[in-house]
């Protein structure tokens, strides 16, 4: 029930053979996105197994890369939490996204 619209892979060649030297797709290399959520041309973070979440609710909070970043209030904290342990149980253990009580940005910091 996952879609992976993109990732990342890192070879390298070690003793003449070409070899995975990076993580396989992984929350944070890749974005997940519940497929049953999916509408196309519409955000998907708040469904989102990836760290888009976070990067949106960095975004809202000011932040752009530069400069230190903010301190995230508990509520970022905990979501960001839900879907990295969520990513696991979602792939590991057959659990439905739904389950996982996710919320959006949203929800959790106003516009």
Known sequence: GIIIPDFKIE????EGELIQ?????????ARMWA?????????QEKHCLDKEFLRECLRRLGFSGEGKAP???AGVVKEVVKRCVG???????GVSVEELGLKSVD???PP
């Open 11 to 14: 070879f390298g060649i070690h």
């Open 21 to 29: 030297i990076d993580e396989p797709p992984t929350h944070d290399s």
């Open 35 to 43: 497929r049953n959520h999916y509408r196309r041309g519409e955000a």
């Open 71 to 73: 301190e995230l209030p």
């Open 87 to 93: 990513a696991n149980r979602v792939i590991a253990q």
């Open 107 to 109: 929800e959790i910091l």
